[in-house]
Every structure is written in structure tokens, then in C-alpha cells.
């Protein structure tokens, strides 16, 4: 009965190519996480935090600033229910080339930093997220509260996670983890994801 469940609410729903080269997106991140570490002198870094790179319609810029994770849901940073665009900052990035190739409607882009030795505690979302591995290693994961595991290489693919169920991550590591997530706004291709077929062996 379990493994039926499993399968019906499977934790990673999708892994798309996107015919990309990653190593300019690695970079331009990883710089960005750089350059705000050195901004944000009074910011507890020793903690899992969010850098958001998109912008909604009506919702206050945030350029220069962390987000933890006990904000990550606060309006004034993102609001889920609007299609978000790239911030100005970031249109001469490679990240303006990762947004064309995206084959969905996105309600924010962040990067996702785990410090050494952290974890994210148990909760849900409000949408499905693509995971783009930046920087990791393999004691890195993302997990469902059912028990499913994932490690998410650096392998310039997108990992489609169900993060609308109960879910954490951790980094089991003494190195940095980073990662570009994406909140999916289009609802339907969701649907249309969790009704293929789809084996993650």
C-alpha cells in the first residue's frame, strides 16, 4: 500500500533537459551568492537563506536583500498568485538565457543556499518547484516526509520536484549547497507532468 502511494504522490515528478549549457549559469550564480554575502554583513549566513531573483507585478523590489527561510512565504518578497519576470539586475546574466529556455510560467526564481551542516524544517508550498543544482555534493538531498530521497546533481537539468507535499532539505555536508528553484505558476502543466509516465530509476 505504501508503494502504491508513493507512486501516486511520487516526490519528483519530472526531470527535463534543456539543451543548456550550465557552466555560465554555475558561475553567474555562485557570483551573485558571493556578492551578497559580502553585502549583507549583519546577515546570520550560518543559516539556510534565499537570494530572489524575479520580481511580481505590484510586490516591492527587494534587490540587496537575503530572505530567510521564516520569510520565504512574505508577500512583500513574492506573491505565488502573478506570473513573475527576471529583475533588471539579472537580464545581462545567463539566467536570462535559462528563463527563455523554460518551458513554463514561473511565480519566482531564487537561489536556494544551505550552509554547512543545515536543514530546511518540514513544510509544504503553495506550487511545484524545478530544482537546478549550482553548487552540491552527494550528502546533499531534498526529502518527502514519506520517506523518498533525492540527491540533485549539477548536471544542467531540471529536477521537478512535488514540493506541495511535506518536504525538506539538508545538507549533510561541510561544503556550501546552492540551488536554483523555480516556482511553477502554470498549475495544468503540473497536471500534465503527474499524468505521464515517468520512471526516475
Known amino acids: 500500500m505504501i508503494l502504491l502511494m508513493d507512486k501516486a ?3 519528483l515528478i519530472d526531470i527535463i533537459g534543456l539543451d543548456i549549457d550550465v557552466n555560465p549559469i554555475v558561475k553567474d550564480c555562485q557570483k551573485i551568492v558571493e556578492d551578497f554575502k559580502k553585502a549583507e554583513d549583519n546577515k546570520d549566513l550560518t543559516k539556510p537563506y534565499s537570494i530572489v531573483l524575479t520580481e511580481n507585478p505590484g510586490v516591492e523590489e ?9 520569510d520565504i512565504h512574505n508577500k512583500k518578497y513574492f506573491d505565488r498568485t502573478n ?3 527576471l529583475k533588471d539586475i539579472y537580464q545581462t546574466t545567463s539566467l536570462a538565457g535559462l528563463v527563455e529556455k523554460l518551458p513554463f510560467p514561473f511565480s519566482i526564481m531564487r537561489l536556494s543556499v544551505l550552509p554547512p551542516s543545515t536543514i530546511i524544517s518540514m513544510h509544504t508550498d503553495a506550487s ?4 537546478l543544482a549550482i553548487t552540491t555534493n552527494e550528502d546533499c538531498f531534498v526529502a518527502a516526509r514519506t520517506g523518498e530521497t533525492r540527491h540533485v546533481p549539477v548536471d544542467g537539468k531540471l529536477y521537478v520536484i512535488s514540493t506541495t507535499l511535506p518536504h525538506t532539505a539538508f545538507n549533510a555536508s561541510s561544503e556550501e549547497r546552492i540551488h536554483l528553484s523555480i516556482s511553477i505558476y502554470d498549475e495544468d502543466y503540473v497536471k500534465m507532468l503527474k499524468g505521464e509516465a515517468f520512471s526516475t530509476n
Do not use: I, N
Not at 511545484?128 to 530544482?131: D, E, P, R, S
Open 62 to 70: 527587494t534587490a540587496g536583500e537575503l530572505v530567510s527561510y521564516s
Open 9 to 11: 504522490e511520487r516526490f
Open 128 to 131: 511545484c518547484h524545478a530544482q
Open 83 to 85: 506570473e513573475a519576470h
